[in-house]
């Protein structure tokens, strides 16, 4: 919090929020609060009246919203505590998003404590011990390195009043049960508990931010689409699941635990060989084929083959995920793919695989349908419809990465090359990896 900046405060009336708005004045920032009303229990009247009556005395703007979550939940098994969270915040983005700056949650360590033991005990998992963020976008949560009988112990001595929430004592709920049973019997163990676990969830998000940059590396090299899965039996096995993970969440659209036991299950589905799938929770599924490992959902739409383009001579155009060239050679070099400058004219066609299409591989004395190349060289099927295939006059010249056709190869112009013949040299290169 700095002094005259815009901040907006949650408001609820409990100590936490009292206490986080009351420092948020007296250092000077430009506040104003946010109280949402859900109506309900019978208490939620005098919330917002104690919350009106306190920012009337602090001179800070009070925004109050009236919200009925008894008809969104009804029906469902939804968390109702998740969606009245999921409508509060939603509001304050609203708000920030016209006023400017940051808004402010009041959770504490205790808050952060409760909160690592209770997804601990429901998610297994690195991600389960980092707590909440001290600041997510626009969210920050100032009193992390607060506890929770430090803001009260500042209410009683600013003679500031606050409102106990029932429900916070109700064990019906499961983070009541882990604030009234479980946070206890480990004080009794030590009373230090709350600050120990709220300090290591601090160190370990710490820490993943190195962790997370080895991901970002690795994927950098492999690629966020289909991985050879020889390429997982050389990284730490914890990478390994670090990244298997990565790509799962990107497939499923969202964070994502991946057990060990799942990981090791994904890596050991090329053991045998051929295609292979396995279902994972949450309508995901990874498929191995060929020794390349994807990731997959039940509701997974076909993307469809990339449409056809046409291909200067000399030139480059992008066809899905690569970037195919043409370029004037008189010497033959590292290129894929020579073919005599006289048959190919200005441009070329780039486009997918159909079926039926045969081509005439360099040296095989005869043609052969890219769909029995493609399984002699186990090219995934995911792959087959996204690489290219350069045409010539309506003959099949080149597919990138499998075959050059008879007559197209560095060999079959070999003896030309150097005279006074110009040729054209085809590259493809991978450019969303």
């Known amino acids: 919090m700095r002094a005259d900046e815009p901040l907006l405060v949650l408001l609820s009336g409990g100590a936490d929020s009292v206490c986080l708005l009351e420092v948020g004045v007296r250092l000077g920032a ?43 939940a ?61 600041r997510r976008g626009r969210l920050v949560r100032p009193l992390l390195g607060a506890s929770r009988a430090e803001t009260r112990a500042y209410c009683e001595a600013r003679g500031l009043s606050w409102r106990e929430d029932p ?52 994927l950098g090299r492999l690629g966020e689409g289909p991985v050879a899965l020889a390429e997982f039996a050389r990284l730490p096995a914890a990478l390994a699941r670090l990244v298997l993970r990565r790509l799962a969440e990107a497939a499923a659209g969202r964070d994502r635990a991946l057990s060990r036991a799942e990981a090791d299950a994904v890596l050991g589905l090329g053991a045998r060989g051929g295609s292979r799938t396995l279902d994972l929770s949450g309508g995901l599924r990874a498929v191995v084929e060929y020794g390349v490992l994807r990731f997959a959902t039940e509701r997974e739409a076909d993307p469809g083959a990339p449409e056809a383009v046409s291909l200067p001579v000399p030139g480059s155009v992008r066809f899905g995920g690569w970037e195919v060239r043409a370029s004037l050679v008189e010497e033959g070099g590292a290129e894929e793919a020579i073919l005599p400058a006289e048959a190919v004219g200005r441009s070329v066609t780039v486009r997918a695989w159909r079926s039926g299409d045969r081509i005439r591989p360099a040296g095989l004395g005869g043609s052969k349908s890219l769909q029995d190349l493609f399984v002699d060289l186990k090219i995934p099927h995911v792959l087959r419809g996204t690489l290219p295939v350069v045409e010539v006059e309506g003959e099949i010249a080149w597919v990138a990465g499998v075959a050059a056709a008879e007559g197209y190869t560095r060999s079959a112009s070999a003896g030309r090359i150097g005279g006074d013949e110009s040729f054209v040299a085809l590259s493809a290169r991978r450019v969303d990896r």
Not at 40 to 63: Q, S
Request: charged share 25%; proline share 2%.
């Open 30 to 72: 430009r506040v104003a609060a946010l109280h949402v009303n859900y109506g309900l229990r019978d208490g939620a009247r005098g919330d917002e009246a104690l919350c009106r009556e306190l920012c009337e005395r602090l001179g800070v703007a009070l925004t109050v919203e009236a919200v009925s979550l008894a008809a969104a």
């Open 74 to 134: 009804e029906g469902t098994s939804g968390n109702l505590q998740a969606k009245a969270r999921e409508v509060r915040y939603d509001l304050a983005e609203a708000l920030v998003a016209r006023s400017g700056g940051d808004y402010t949650t009041a959770h504490t360590a205790s808050d952060q404590a409760e909160t690592v033991l209770y997804r601990l005990a429901v998610s297994p998992g690195r991600r389960a011990l980092l707590g909440m963020e001290a």
């Open 167 to 218: 429900s916070n004592a109700d064990t019906r709920f499961a983070r009541a049960r882990v604030r009234h049973e479980v946070m206890p019997a480990l004080a009794g163990l030590s009373p230090a508990v709350e600050r120990t676990i709220a300090e290591t969830a601090l160190l370990l998000r710490d820490e993943a931010e190195v962790l997370d940059a080895a991901v970002d590396e690795t």
